[in-house]
């Protein structure tokens, strides 16, 4: 049980808008810990999508999005397409554990 | 281009010590910037920190794992290495060694390709 808790699957059809939600608590993002978004596409490593709650990579197309707001964080993907199909985690530091902690993970399915 | 890529054993006898090596190309670990860590992935399951190693030798670890995780470098190889002592089924996961940036919130902005460690007898 992750400290973040995402949803274990959203979906959506293509073009439409979808967010995944990572709520965490006073001793990780309400701490004002930074949360970093990462794709996991299957059978691949997990990449960066967004860092430092709303800052994309160079290369990472502006239909991904992020926000913070007290204890939580959200990744917003508009636009949906095919290949947006895979796993997504949010990432922070948790001062309770004292360890940089991942949320469960939640599955985009693109109808 | 920063290159990470996981090496060792894929099958570990339970009791027994696993070991993996990052060979690291494109950028030398023995500078300051980023961290060199471990993270895990159990099958079908979330990601899991284990730890990382600075280019001072500095070392964190994952408070659940400290006790059975060693993580070293070998400089004039460019490389590091995770030791993790006495496994069990348990332990059985995709192996990820990644890059930590040392601004903008410490995310992981490079990752190896991942090598999956079987502990089974």
């Known amino acids: 049980q992750s400290v973040l808790t995402q949803p274990p699957s959203v979906s959506g059809a293509p073009g439409q808008r979808v967010t995944i939600s990572c709520t965490g608590s006073s001793s990780n993002i309400g701490a004002d810990f930074d949360v970093h978004w990462y794709q996991q596409l299957p059978g691949t490593a997990p990449k960066v999508l967004i860092y430092g709650n709303t800052n994309r990579p160079s290369g990472v197309p502006d239909r991904f999005s992020g926000s913070k707001s007290g204890t939580s964080a959200s990744l917003a993907i508009s636009g949906l397409q095919a290949e947006d199909e895979a796993d997504y985690y949010c990432?922070?530091?948790?001062?309770?554990?004292?360890?940089?902690?991942f949320g469960g993970g939640t599955k985009l399915t693109v109808l | 281009q920063v290159q990470l890529q996981e090496s060792g054993p894929g099958l570990v006898n339970p009791s027994q010590t696993l070991s993996l090596t990052c060979a690291v190309s494109?950028?030398?670990?023995?500078?300051?910037?980023?961290?060199w860590s471990w993270i895990r992935q159990h099958p079908g399951k979330g990601l899991e920190w284990i730890g990382y190693i600075f280019y001072s030798g500095s070392t964190d670890y994952n408070p659940s794992l400290k006790s059975r995780v060693t993580i070293s470098a070998a400089t004039s190889k460019n490389q590091f290495s995770l030791k993790l002592t006495s496994v069990t089924a348990a332990d059985t996961a995709v192996y990820y060694c990644?890059?930590?940036?040392?601004?903008?919130?410490?995310?992981?902005?490079?990752w190896g390709r991942g090598t999956l460690v079987t502990v089974s007898s």
């Open positions: 494109g950028a030398s670990i023995s500078t300051g910037g980023h961290y």
């Open positions: 990644a890059r930590q940036v040392t601004a903008s919130g410490r995310y992981f902005d490079l």
């Open positions: 990432q922070s530091y948790d001062t309770s554990l004292s360890g940089w902690v």
